[in-house]
């Protein structure tokens, strides 16, 4: 939880960890009066608006809406989960963030999402990051290198690695952070809990366990009002 985020009255939103899974959250979901909403994930930078309850889950890696009963859920084991508010406007977003969304600026379709077709502001915008793997351990080629390059990243967020030759350290929570940041988010609005998935067993990490590593949900939503 991120004690910001716990002071607004009308969300519900959270990061699990290996120990919570899909039934725990259909569980507190239904407690709290709210529909799951999953995404079929696709490691891209589709965003869904969502103004009512999918029949299926989406294809894509971004859920956004302002309608109340709605619970935006992503899953991951490494990538960075973003969870995002703006307070005023009353609309939320959850991003899965692997590397290809955000050198494809997968934020930036979301913040400007939100400013266009809700109005928000992103100097109003709260984010909330979750565990991801630390830049210390994400070993990625030049094939990714050159992929943020292409999107104006600088080079900075990228580090020696003592591994195999071509490849480079991403640290992909400051990547996203400076995403962020260039689309007008406050660096004081962005709040991270600052756990390595890789280095830490208690939370899914592809890149330690492989396929049998599960998946971290991270949700975001805005509760119905009181009857």
Known sequence: MIPRFERIPFI???????????????????GQGLKPIFLNQVH????????EAPRRRLRGDAAVTNRPGLLLVVRTADCLPVLLVDEKKRVVAAVHCGWKGI???????????MEERHGADPA??????GP??????????????????KSGFPDSLFSP???RVGTSLLDLRSAGRLQLQRLGVPAGHIFSVDICTHCDARYPSFRRDKDACGRMLSFIGLTLPSK
């Open 103 to 113: 050198a494809r600026r997968i934020l930036e379709k979301v913040v400007r999402g």
């Open 124 to 129: 109003a915008i709260l984010a909330a990051f």
């Open 12 to 30: 519900r939103h959270g990061f699990g960890d290996s120990s919570w899974g899909e039934s725990d959250l259909r569980h507190f979901a239904a």
């Open 132 to 149: 991801c793997i630390g830049r210390k351990c994400y070993e990625v080629g030049e094939d990714v290198r050159a992929a943020f390059k």
């Open 161 to 163: 690695a003592s591994g």
């Open 44 to 51: 891209s930078d589709i965003v869904h608006f969502i103004d």
